[in-house]
Nanobody, 125 residues
């Protein structure tokens, strides 16, 4: 499966961006999807995750709770990340991810089965 992310760019602090990730290729069998990010000179970190088809439990990193919203469109194999009230510290390369252990995905990269190629988000102060 290939994950292709779109929608990164430049935003001012307090602004919004919406990221999209389209899954293509062989049948998408992962049970959970989400987003990681890598800020400049830092390690990659968890951002958000949700079940891909069934279930409603959604997970967010504390740093984005109340500002970011993850959602999905199963018919179009797409997952979204709506980012509101952006802060300069949200500047990072954002990666869409997939896996079969949603709790594990919130903890570390070992639970991830697939990565997208990343899209740059830059927030100016």
């Amino acid at each position: 499966v290939q994950l292709q992310a779109y929608g990164g760019g430049l935003a001012q602090a307090g602004g919004s961006l919406r990221l999209s990730c389209v899954a293509s290729g062989r049948a998408f069998n992962s049970t959970a999807v989400g987003w990681y990010r890598q800020p400049p000179r830092k390690e990659r970190e968890f951002v958000a995750a949700m079940p891909w088809k069934t279930g409603s439990r959604i997970y967010y990193a504390d740093s984005v709770k109340g500002r970011f919203t993850i959602s999905r469109d199963n018919a179009n194999n797409t997952v979204y990340l709506q980012m509101n009230r952006l802060k300069p510290e949200d500047t990072a390369i954002y990666y869409c991810i997939a896996g079969n252990d949603i709790v594990g995905m919130t903890i570390g990269e070992g639970a991830l089965d697939a990565w997208g190629q990343g899209t740059q988000v830059t927030v100016s102060s």
